[in-house]
């Protein structure tokens, strides 16, 4: 029998699986946090509970290594439910640790938290005294193999009890999803009578793995590739068009539209990347390669269900030969001589930066090795539209899965922690998002060796005033006061500066001619008069649907 208590046998269990825990301290969590520390779990402290949860979240999106956030019952469990609803939604394993209502009964501040959780999609695990250590790695290696969120909860009044399990086994290897079997023979005959292939990799196929063998395979049948914005540069080499959707050129676009078949490697095939129906052409063959037990997109003619490098491998050793050059050649030439992305104004009507131009110079100014996190709202595609960003584990987009802005700051911790050594961290973020997180850019700057924050400060939530202020509704509640980032960053032990020019970005590179040491932030004051070309995309494809609608 274990001598530990519950919240002991809750953290030397997870300990084997984690290595790092976010968070903020209270009565229902305090126990585990003592025994974590015992543990030698690294804890960081986070100012908001919701941080605990996307900073985990992050953590695992930069490094691929499992982590926890944890938080008191009631109010510190409510305060973490959009982070745990982004990391459902986006499918990120992560653990939240958290306090529950004793189980002698609900106490006049409990709420019923398994409940709340699975509306949100995420399953809960309560431990008990005779089965903690086992219902703990339930919760770790469910979360694991289902790539979601969980919650693992400790009733208030066993938290201190001693826990009465013993030990318990080996834990048993995650199953190796199905290889494709003979769906691949099809899959082959298709790609081997492709005369413009395409291979279009999303997150899935980042996960798994799979790089080299989608790489070779491109080669070998001479094919485009692509990737979502989260398998950005997974297959950059010979024939790579950049970004599928509403972040890459219209040129790529043009070029993926043509092709005849078209291999999707675990890409979920969002409105996004498919630019809401226009991305493939009407008669291409897409065929799609994931660990979803149903196609994602009534695109989809071909579903094979299997990991995604295996099944690379697989069509590695059914294709013969290398195909000719021909269609890349064409990508090349067109690549070469096509529009890339809009360079942006140096002057604009109010005076303030283009933010398309401001990306373009922060590109040149912000270190090579970089992990950028980037926040949800209407600048979001400034980053992977205008920065190299060399893998996909470096650029971590936070609340598009579940289309909420403020994650950005948090987010931004759990990647520091992730990071090698040499690496700054960015944060690009809007000034409404960051003024939601703003506790916790005291975070950041205490969890991080080098981090600039970037701040598309327009004064307003962008995207509102593009798409309903442009509609004639009051712009009031879409506005911002004016607020100093700058003044704030310093207050709290940062150093920064305010960017109305480009030549004011003589600041960061100083900075960061200076060791880059320490958080640096770059309060931008951009103009609200650039609407971003995936937005005007998303407002286009609206007015289409209503149009069926009232049509």
Not at 286 to 293: C, E, F, L
Not at 485 to 514: K, M, N, P, T
């Amino acid at each position: 029998m274990t001598s530990l208590t519950v919240s002991g046998r809750v953290a030397q269990v997870l300990s084997s699986y984690v290595s790092d825990v976010f968070g903020v301290m209270g009565n229902g969590n305090v126990y585990f946090l003592d025994a974590a520390e015992q543990q030698g779990l690294r804890f960081s402290p986070v100012r908001h509970e919701g941080a605990a949860i996307a900073a985990a979240d992050a953590y695992y999106r930069a490094s691929g290594r499992l982590a926890a956030g944890t938080t008191t019952y009631g109010p510190g469990y409510t305060n973490a439910l959009t982070a745990l609803a982004e990391a459902v939604q986006a499918q990120i394993p992560v653990v939240l640790v958290t306090g529950d209502a004793p189980t002698t009964g609900a106490r006049p501040w409990d709420v019923d938290q398994a409940a709340i959780a699975a509306g949100l999609g995420a399953a809960t695990f309560a431990v008990t005294r005779d089965a903690a250590g086992a219902i703990t790695r339930q919760a770790v290696e469910y979360a694991l193999s289902r790539r979601t969120a969980v919650v693992l909860a400790i009733p208030y009044d066993l938290a201190a009890l001693k826990a009465e399990d013993g030990d318990l086994p080996e834990p048993t290897a995650l199953k190796v999803t199905d290889d494709g079997g003979t769906d691949l023979a099809r899959v082959a005959r298709l790609l081997a009578g492709a005369r413009r292939p395409l291979i279009l990799a999303g997150r899935g196929a980042h996960l798994a793995g799979a790089g080299p063998e989608l790489r070779e395979l491109a080669d070998r049948l001479g094919a485009l590739t692509a990737g979502s914005a989260l398998a950005l540069n997974l297959l950059n080499g010979e024939g790579y068009l950049g970004v599928a959707g509403g972040f890459g050129t219209d040129t790529a676009a043009g070029l993926m539209g043509e092709a005849d078949v078209v291999l999707v490697a675990g890409a979920s095939l969002s409105p996004f990347t498919m630019r809401f129906g226009h991305l493939i052409g009407p008669d291409a063959t897409v065929i799609q390669i994931d660990t979803a037990v149903v196609p994602t997109n009534p695109r989809v003619d071909v579903f094979v269900r299997a990991d995604v490098k295996v099944a690379a491998s697989g069509l590695l050793s059914l294709l013969d030969g290398d195909a000719a050059g021909a269609w890349r050649a064409e990508a090349s030439r067109r690549l070469a001589s096509g529009p890339g992305h809009a360079a942006g104004s140096t002057s604009t009507v109010d005076g303030r930066l283009d933010p398309r131009a401001l990306a373009s110079a922060l590109d040149v100014v912000l270190p090579e090795r970089r992990t950028v996190v980037q926040d949800g709202g209407h600048f979001i595609g400034w980053a992977p539209m205008y920065w190299n960003i060399p893998r996909p584990q470096d650029l971590v987009m936070v609340g598009t899965a579940f289309q909420s802005i403020g994650l950005g700051l948090a987010s931004a911790v759990g990647a520091a922690r992730a990071v090698e050594d040499d690496r700054t961290l960015v944060l690009a973020s809007g000034d409404g998002g960051f003024l939601m997180g703003l506790s916790d850019l005291e975070s950041l700057i205490g969890a991080a060796r080098s981090a600039v924050v970037v701040i598309f400060n327009d004064a307003a939530y962008g995207a509102e005033i593009h798409q309903y202020g442009s509609q004639g509704l009051t712009e009031k509640p879409m506005l911002i006061p004016e607020v100093d980032f700058s003044g704030v960053a310093r207050a709290l032990g940062a150093e920064s500066a305010v960017i109305r020019s480009l030549d004011d970005l003589s600041a960061v590179q100083d900075w960061i001619d200076a060791d880059a040491r320490g958080t640096f932030v770059a309060d931008c004051r951009i103009t609200p008069s650039v609407r971003a070309p995936w937005l005007s995309e998303w407002m286009a494809a609206s007015q289409e649907a209503k149009a069926v609608v009232a049509g």
